[in-house]
């Protein structure tokens, strides 16, 4: 565009002079050897003008024939060069569509076309093709030469640590993503794999500098930053609650600011700072994150934050949770709970009652059952309430990758990804769904088979046992109730057979064992 502006500019400049000469006639008188020439002006510019481009044309056409070989060779370096690189990118198209026969195809005839100097990618496409071929062995040798290379260096840490997932060597992948991850934090596979082994071994600093390189790379969002901060910090502080309080409580303190919500760090904090006698900065953290999302552990330490305080002294600090989170079960739990320490029967039944009916679980039924037992000591419905928190939904637990724990981990214990537990209901018991004997699923009766001729039909006399009755079944799960609760009356009432009502169409058990049923089958 800037060639095309200037001889656009040098054309009109040569307009504009040969328009002042032609407003300005005069002559050009030469004397050359003896001879006069006298010309126009116009015709004397004309004739330099001419004189220069036939310099120039000439120039041009002397410089072209001087570089044609170079020219020449050029010409057919760049095609060789373009033919190359159709075929880098067909194998490359190839060994992502998994064809290593092509793959391997393709790479032999880029390599003759182009240095593999020149064009790195070319040690990438043989490397696949070496994997799609199944030579695992010669992939790994060509991933190690590219270490060499500082441009194909992460490519090759990459396929090493591919490779070593692949085979199962955790701590091979850890060390090819360590190195990966120390040359470019912003790389996802390397951070996450670096970082789950910080973890793993305890270097929470380590893994805390980690998160603040890829927060500065942009890698992760800034609340998905602040999440991994909070949840590092609460795992440093457990681990210095008994060798540095201090230190601990300063961790504690700034997980709790970086997520206000985050049930496990409030608590931590507000543990240690209760432990340090500043009762009311540690309460204020805990209501903080009780408004948030009411959680048991929140409730049993605010309760209990002094340790001197009368049972009424506790009840009182859970009516006030309450008051922070109304109509909600974890509330009434709270008040539940210190009620009955403080033997106010009357508040803890109705609170438990309530906390059934907004969500009806095991512990509800367990803490109403403590309840009976310790106001009026009837079994019976103490084995009745029991029976409903075998059959109700279970409690919220920590639960990350099918493991349920009690206490809050930082890291999966099972695939060892950081803030995996989650706060919830874990898998429904087998058998959730009897909730009586009535509900008992009874099997199919057969269909009928089809009808012979009557002169072939057989009289079978067989002794039909009579199946196991539905309330022999709830009997033996009251049994196991009643002995787990050391009731020996009650497992002695529950092991007698049950008794079942009079039906003038049934015989009795006994007459039925002496005479066999009847069938006649057609």
Do not use: C
């Not at 370096?77 to 569509?97: E, F, H, K, P």
């Amino acid at each position: 565009m800037i060639r095309i502006l200037i001889f656009l500019a040098v054309v009109f400049g040569l307009g504009l002079g040969f328009a002042w000469l032609a407003d300005r006639p005069g002559e050009m008188i030469v004397t050359f050897n003896g001879y006069q020439y006298q010309v126009t002006l116009m015709v004397a510019a004309v004739a330099i003008v001419a004189v220069v481009a036939a310099v120039m044309i000439v120039w041009w056409l002397i410089k072209a024939l001087w570089n044609s070989p170079y020219t020449i060779s050029r010409y057919f370096r760049v095609r060789r060069r373009d033919r190359g690189y159709q075929a880098l990118s067909t194998g490359m198209i190839a060994a992502g569509a998994g064809d290593g026969a092509l793959a391997r195809k393709k790479t032999k005839e880029a390599a003759k076309l182009i240095n593999s100097d020149q064009e790195p990618l070319i040690n990438l496409l043989d490397a696949q093709a070496s994997l799609l071929e199944g030579d695992h062995e010669g992939a790994r040798e060509k991933f190690e030469r590219m270490l060499d290379d500082p441009e194909m260096r992460l490519l090759g840490l990459r396929g090493l640590y591919l490779e070593a997932e692949r085979l199962g060597d955790r701590n091979a992948a850890r060390h090819y993503a360590g190195r990966a991850a120390a040359v470019a934090p912003q790389l996802a596979w390397a951070a996450e794999s670096t970082l789950e082994e910080l973890t793993e071994r305890g270097d929470w600093d380590g893994a805390l500098k980690l998160v603040e390189a890829q927060k500065s790379t942009r890698q992760i969002e800034r609340d998905a930053a602040n999440r991994r901060r909070a949840v590092l910090l609460t795992a440093k502080a457990q681990a210095l609650v008994d060798s540095d309080p201090n230190a601990a409580r300063t961790a504690a303190v700034e997980a709790n600011k970086l997520a206000p919500d985050f049930a496990p760090a409030a608590v931590v904090a507000a543990d240690l700072l209760f432990k340090q006698n500043d009762v009311r900065k540690g309460s204020k953290i805990l209501e903080t994150a009780w408004r948030a999302e009411p959680h048991p552990d929140i409730a049993e330490l605010y309760t209990h934050a002094r340790p001197g305080d009368a049972v009424l002294d506790r009840l009182n600090r859970a009516k006030k949770l309450q008051e922070m989170k109304k109509n909600h079960a974890e509330s009434s739990m709270a008040v539940a709970r210190a009620a009955l320490d403080a033997q106010d029967f009357a508040t803890a039944r109705r609170e438990a009652e309530a906390a059934i009916r907004m969500d009806r679980r095991e512990g509800a039924y367990l803490l109403l059952a403590d309840i009976e037992e310790a106001e009026t000591g009837n079994q019976g419905k103490v084995r009745q309430l029991l029976s409903k928190a075998v059959r109700a939904p279970r409690d919220p637990a920590w639960v990350a990758d099918g493991v349920v724990s009690e206490r809050w981990a930082p890291v999966s214990p099972v695939t060892g990804k950081l803030d995996a537990f989650t706060w919830r209901a874990p898998m429904e018991r087998l058998g959730q769904l009897i909730e009586s004997g009535a509900d008992v699923a009874v099997p199919a009766i057969p269909a009928a088979p089809p009808a012979v001729p009557a002169e072939k039909a057989i009289d079978i006399v067989s002794d039909v046992l009579p199946a196991k009755p539905v309330a022999e079944q709830s009997n033996g799960m009251e049994k196991e109730i009643a002995a787990a609760s050391g009731d020996g009356a009650a497992v002695e009432q529950a092991s007698e057979p049950p008794r079942l009502p009079d039906d003038p169409g049934v015989a009795p058990e006994d007459e039925a064992e002496k005479s066999p049923r009847r069938f006649r089958l057609f």
